[in-house]
């Protein structure tokens, strides 16, 4: 029987005294995202399964083995998005918008749903923050949005994260570079795992990709792409290191990185961290210059990263990183009886119009409650109405944090309140100045 109280194993609630972290996190995302020219799209949770089977690849883990997958009741294949490069595709043939202007860039945040063990670093429904560029061939935008991927990283503060890079080549480079990847494998078929051995005749560079341990170790030994790249692709390589330089940023060449998804092509990168134990890879892009064909859409470069919201929380929660603070209730408003009630109402409702967060009772609680609640909240201000603050149209106002008081009118009630808060915003800086 389903546990009505329990989640879902593998995935988070994001709970209420978390969620101004989350909101600085994801904001910087799309904020730096726009320094590079990048707007947000957002397409659906689900597609068609073909859409991800055709980019992702067939003999992926992420196809063969991590989909949620089910029939709908038109008995049409749908898939819960594994990741959100194959929907942005998708959606930029289906909307012409690699015919105008290039190149595009658009970025997301958005859910991804993946049949995973679930563990620390790794969930059933996690989120990603990435970036899609169409129609640039140039080494500049590889650095481009690894230099933006960095930005978010070093904004957000994380620390002890190091970015590696690799080239996989073109469909031309990668002929040969299969012929020696089937040749090494083919002879250690009998201890490769039962889904790597399918893989040998179907496409032997997943299993450089797989998790099983003794695949991997068969893996370490194997050719490397780097050794058979064409003049073109190594070019392209060295000319995204010469923009990474120019731009600053340090990385390494990691020749066993090949990304677990079929569509890269040429540059591949990841940003791992030393803060979260296995489940170390933040972030993870690349170049897929084939993808738009070959999903049915023109022969346009692309490029683009996805990075994973909840491991990056992960590394700056392991690093006590600090965030910006919750937003505090500005001022609690609370009345005593049905009059006073009504004031409040009034009053709370102008002050919110002024943009302030106001509150006032809304249990029908005496003075003492709401005054513990005040506290609790984190109030930066108070005030009191009974019937003589009502019958003298004014009322006391103090300040939670000092204790102070001083007399605010009823009318024009939120223009006052908005000076005294400049006002001890000013005076308490002063104090920090001094
Ligand atoms: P991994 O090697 O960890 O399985 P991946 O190669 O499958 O990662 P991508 O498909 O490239 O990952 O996704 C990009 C990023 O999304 C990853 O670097 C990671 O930060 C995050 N991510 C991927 N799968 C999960 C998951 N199951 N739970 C949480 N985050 C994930
Ligand atoms: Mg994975």
Redesign the pocket.
Known sequence: MAEINRAIK?TNDMLPADSHKFQFVEGKMLEIASLYGFREIRVPVFEHTEVFQRSVGDTT??VQK?MYTFDDKGGRSITLR??LTAGVVRSVIEHGLVNGALPVKVCYVGG?Y?Y?KPQA????E?H?F?VECFGATSPAADAEVISLALQVLQTVGIKNISLEINSIGCPECRKNYTAALSEYFASHVDTLCETCRDRLSRNPMRIL?C?SPICSKIAKNAPKVIDFLCDECQEHFDGVKAHLDAAGIKYTVNPQIV???DYYTKTVF??VSGDIGA???????GRYDGLVSQMGGAAVSALG????????MLALENQNAEFPEAKKCDIYIAPMGETAAIKATELCTALRRDGFEAQCDVCGRGLKAQMKYADKIGALYSVVLGDNELAENKCNIKNMKTGETQEIRLDNFSEQFMKIKLDDALSSLEDTII
Do not use: A, H, Y
């Open positions: 593998g883990d992420v991590e594994p990741e991804c993946r995973e670093g790794r969930l059933r996690f990603q990435g990709d998790k990304r677990g998804l990841e940003f489940q170390s890879t933040v972030c993870g892009g990263f996805g990075m994973g919201i909840e491991r990056l």
